[in-house]
């Protein structure tokens, strides 16, 4: 469920941003995900979205759809401090003004610091361009295997707090 908060962050996002496969169809179907072996990156993904109390976001471009894998992705939480984090990761794949922003007001709030986004943004950079992945054809794949396929270390693997 959306909070107000997060609806207008979310379309603050699509004005400020280029919209990266806008058109495209792709809607997260929790159930069939929920039924998925566990460890799979599928089920990995529902259980974030569980654990959390989210709803699969089905509007926005293709960045803000498939937002919560990308958590998965990187091992960050839903944290605010982790969220903060996660956007560096994400302006390092894809020219993201609102990211940027956001990583901004981290550092200048201290709700991270710069150890941390620079360690973000080279996780970033070195893995593989996800905005190129079939996510769906990975979904019954292990999380670790598809982060070794698209060159994700896990961000939680690093001392980051």
Same mark, same amino acid.
């Given at each position: ?7 207008? %962050? ?11 496969? *806008? ?54 939480? *839903? ?5 903060? %984090? ?7 794949? %894809? ?57 994700? %270390? ?8």
């Amino acid at each position: 469920m959306q909070d107000l908060r997060t609806e207008v %962050v979310l379309k603050l996002a699509q004005i400020i941003n280029p919209q990266i496969r *806008a058109s495209e169809k792709f809607l997260l179907d929790i159930e069939f995900l929920r039924q998925l072996p566990d460890g799979t990156l599928g089920r990995e993904v529902a259980q974030f979205l569980d654990q959390n109390g989210f709803d699969p976001l089905n509007s926005g471009d293709w960045i803000q759809r498939t937002h919560d894998i990308w958590h998965v992705l990187t091992g960050l939480s *839903a944290s605010e401090h982790d969220e903060f %984090v996660l956007q560096a990761f994400v302006r390092s794949q %894809v020219f993201r003004p609102s990211s940027a922003i956001l990583v901004i007001a981290g550092l200048l709030t201290r709700k991270c610091n710069l150890k941390e986004v620079a360690q973000s943004i080279k996780t970033g950079r070195l893995a593989k361009h996800i905005v190129e992945w079939d996510i769906e054809s990975d979904w019954e794949t292990p999380l670790e295997l598809v982060r070794q396929k698209l060159g994700i %270390v896990p961000l939680t693997a690093y001392s980051m707090k």
